[in-house]
Every structure is written in C-alpha cells, then in structure tokens.
C-alpha cells in the first residue's frame, strides 16, 4: 500500500506497539506529505490487516484528519477506502482504515509506464464512481490525485484520503479527475487542476501555455478519451455532475475493443457557456448509446447541452431513428418489494430471498448471490436475474442497476407474462423474454441499460450471465449484489 509523498514527522512508534488495546503496528510503511505516518497494522480483535495513519501532536493538529475521516466513515462504496475507527490520544491521534493489497496510481505509471486507453478509462470509471457517490451525499473529496488512488492487487480501484480544507469543492474533484486521466496517458500532471503531486513533472504545454493534449505527446489515444480529459480540463467549459461523468465512464468502460468506436459516435462533450444546448445528429451505433435518464441529467446539470465527439461530426446529418432519440421527460417509476423477485431457473432456489433490498432506496443494502467457483455461477447454471413487474405496460427509457461490485456481465430481457414463482416459471422466462439491447459487462459499478422505447413492456427482466471477482482467497471468490434498480418510462 503506497501513499503520496515525503515530509517532516515526529518520532516513530515501535514495531508492535498495541494501540486503542486493539490494533498492533506491524510494519512502517511511509510518510505522506502532511507528515503522517503510514502503518500496516492488525485488528487483533477482528484479525484483519488494517492500514493505520498517525499524526503527531494529536488535538488542534489533527482536527482536519479526524473530521475527514469520521464524515468518510458514513459512506461505504466499493471505490471508496472503508474508514473502521479515529481516535484523538492528544499526544498523537490516528485513523483506522481498510488495507488494501496494492500500489498507488503514481507508483504504477512510475513503474509501468503511461496506461493503455483502456487502462486508463477503467480507472477513470472507478474513481468517478467513487466521487458520485461522495457528492451524491453532499460531500466533496478535495484530495484526487495519483497518490490517492489505489489500485489493487485484484484490480480494484479505490479511492483514499479525503480532506475537508479550504478549496475543496464538487468542481475541484471534477477537474481533478480529467487531471488523472492526463496523467494516466501522458506521465506528467496539468497544474490548471492544482499543484503537482511530488515527483511527477507540469505537462508539457503550446505557445499560448495550454496543456498539449495526450494524443499529440504519445500514439494510440483515441478521440473520445483525449476530448473527455480536455473538456474536464478547460475552464470555459462547464462541467458535467459526478453522476452524468460517472455514467458516461461506466459506458465506456468496456474492457475491450468497444472501447475503439466507429465513424459516427464518441463520448459526451460540455459546450461553452455562449454555445445554444445542442445533440449531435449522428446515428449513434447501440454500443455508444446513453440512457435517456443520463442524457436528460446531463442536459441539466451541464446547462449548455450535450454533444458527441467526433472530428468529423456534421451537424447536417439526418437526424437518428426515433427509436434512438431520448425521450425529453422520462419519469422514475416507483417500486414496492411487491414487484421484484429474483429469477433462478436452475438453482436450488437458496438465493431468491431478500429481492426487497434493490428497491428499498437505501444503497448501503443489497440482494447478493452466493460465492461461486467460476464467474460463469461455477458452470451449474446459466445465470441469475431480477425480475421487475411494473403497474402496467409501459414504454420504459432506461433502467439503472447499481452494483456492489464492478466487472459483471449482464443484459436485460422484457416480456409481458410472469409464468409463476418457480424453477419451472424461471425456465419460461428465460426462453421467452426477449433481449432489449447488448449484453454489457462494466468496470464500474452502475449499470445503465437503454431501450428503445418501440414496445411497451410490462416485465423487464435484469439477467446476469458473469459475476465478477469479490475475494480471491475465498473458496468460492465470485459473486455479485445488486444495490438498487431504477427504472424511468416515458
């Protein structure tokens, strides 16, 4: 585990000294650059390893890190470093936080180089699932930069130290990420988003001093990720919601080569404040597709309007099918515990309860499969799924699944008859509810699957056919949760 920086500390505790009568400290593993000392330390009670950060004096001194550390602790997200305990001794105080078996964005591009596009879109996601979360509770971070950004052994990206100081805000967190994603492409840092972390050199810059986009310094970065970070970059342009660039990572966090899209299609760009709200005219291909709820928050919260990227996008094409077109005012539909059950045609049907949780509003809550051997439910069976029962026939726009983890592969399915609560029922639905768009399998945690709102469906059913990686060292490593289920019709 490796943290940002070098700087002045205070004498160091010895190896094995027990604080709080609870968490041993194991091993020194650095300074950051506040002059907190970083300890890889034990829960003796829990007997877990636990990361353990040290400020000396406690008190005044340590009022920021102890503030920071108690809102984090109200927020758990897959992203986010899980924060367990602070305490204040008034001669030192310390934080108890997760440990996380991995490097430091900084220490790997150092050590490996600039990321690959894909690479680099995958992190982007994580990190920007992390701070939706963090300002969907009214928080901002205001501490991104590539020493808080931990990648993990399994690939896990995680989100670190949190400070609550002034100049934080919602934007900075914003800016910040289009940083990373510079750096991530190009090894060096663009101090528009604020000062260099130590060691990483002030990108390189044009005769007007504007940074020189990443795919004039290297080859092979594609258009929509060098306009993304650009965008998030320039200070003329308004910035997208965490939500909206969350959900816009997410889409394009395909793992693959769908990442590389065709003529005709690109990620979503922010207009200038004297630009009119405009949407591309292009036929955008579905593997490029945007919710309509996410075009709509987009709309909103970018003020300015949407576009695609694309260089040689023409505003006089034709317009797109209708089947294509956002409908302008989607609405959420409200569910009840009534109207989900899961889906399990040939399992032992073990799993089937608690379907309640993805609907209950609360995302701190969760259906979650079983452990499996393989990602494919260990070979018994050819997935799992949710199934939704609205009021009537509708056209829906889209429906949103939050996950507890990223990396599953899923696809919805819609029909109009539920054939009964059974494995026999089960098998029915499988057979005979259709496919609505692609399957997808996310690097993030948010699924957002659109629809073409042609046919009015009664049923939607949300199947899971690869789970994703929860513990490597667990018997049976994979499985899923299911946060919450939205879903908005026209």
């Known amino acids: ?46 007997r877990r390893p636990v990361a353990v950060v040290m400020r000396e004096p406690g008190g005044h001194a340590a009022e920021e890190m102890l503030a920071a550390a108690v809102t984090a602790s109200r927020l758990s997200h897959p992203n986010l470093i899980g924060v367990y305990d602070a305490i204040d001794e008034g001669t030192r105080a310390y934080v108890i936080r997760e440990w996380v078996n991995g490097v430091a964005l900084r220490d790997l591009v150092a050590d490996e180089g600039q990321l690959d596009p894909e690479r680099t879109t995958a992190v982007l996601n994580g990190v920007s699932q992390a701070v939706a979360a963090l300002h969907a509770s009214g928080m901002a971070h205001g501490n991104i930069h590539p020493g808080s ?21 919602q934007e900075r967190d914003i800016r910040a990420l289009g940083a990373c994603g510079y750096f991530m492409l190009t090894g060096s840092w663009p101090s528009e988003a604020g000062r260099a972390p130590a060691s990483i050199p002030d990108c390189l810059r044009d005769t007007t001093g ?14 929509y990720l060098d306009d993304l970070v650009m965008d998030l970059l320039n200070p003329d342009l308004a910035l997208p919601s965490a939500e909206v660039l969350a959900a816009e990572l997410s889409r394009l966090d395909t793992g693959g080569e769908q990442l590389l899209f065709g003529q005709g299609s690109g990620t979503l760009r922010f207009a200038s404040s004297d630009d009119p709200p405009q949407v591309s005219r292009l036929t ?46 989607p609405r959420p539909v409200s569910l009840s515990a009534a109207q989900v059950r899961i889906v399990d045609p040939l399992g032992d049907r073990k799993e089937t309860k608690n379907a309640a949780l993805v609907v209950d509003g609360d995302p701190g809550t969760a259906w979650k499969t079983n452990g499996y051997t393989r990602s494919n439910f260990g070979g018994s069976k050819p997935g799992m799924g949710i199934l939704i029962r609205l009021d009537s026939p509708q056209r829906v726009a889209s429906v949103k699944v939050q996950l507890t983890l990223p ?28 496919s609505v768009g692609d399957a997808q399998v996310k690097g993030g945690t948010t699924m957002v699957f659109p629809t073409d709102m042609s046919t009015p469906y009664q049923y939607l059913l949300v199947w899971f056919t690869e789970l994703p990686l929860d513990n490597a060292q667990a018997p049976n490593p994979y499985k899923i949760g299911v946060q919450e289920i939205t879903v908005e019709v026209q």
Request: charged content about 20%; aromatic content about 2%; glycine content about 10%.
């Open 1 to 46: 585990m490796t943290h940002v920086g070098d700087g002045p500390h205070a004498e160091e505790p010895d190896l094995g000294v027990l604080l709080a009568e609870r968490y041993r400290l194991e091993e020194h593993i650095n300074h950051d650059g506040t002059g907190r000392a970083v300890w890889r330390g034990i829960d003796v009670v829990l």
């Open 149 to 169: 950004i931990l990648i993990a052994h399994d690939g896990r990206v995680v989100l670190t130290d949190a400070r609550f100081e002034e100049g934080t805000s």
């Open 210 to 223: 504007a940074p020189v986009a990443p795919r004039q310094i290297r080859a092979g970065v594609p258009t």
């Open 284 to 329: 955008i291909p579905k593997v490029a597709l945007v919710s309509a709820a996410a075009l709509a928050v987009a709309a909103a919260a970018m003020v300015l309007g949407v576009k695609v990227l694309n260089a040689k996008a023409d505003a006089n094409h034709s317009e797109p099918p209708a089947t294509q077109s956002a409908h302008p005012n």
């Open 407 to 434: 990396g599953a592969t899923a696809q919805l399915r819609a029909g109009n008859t539920d054939p009964g609560d059974s494995s026999d029922g089960d098998a029915t639905i499988l057979e005979t509810y259709q």
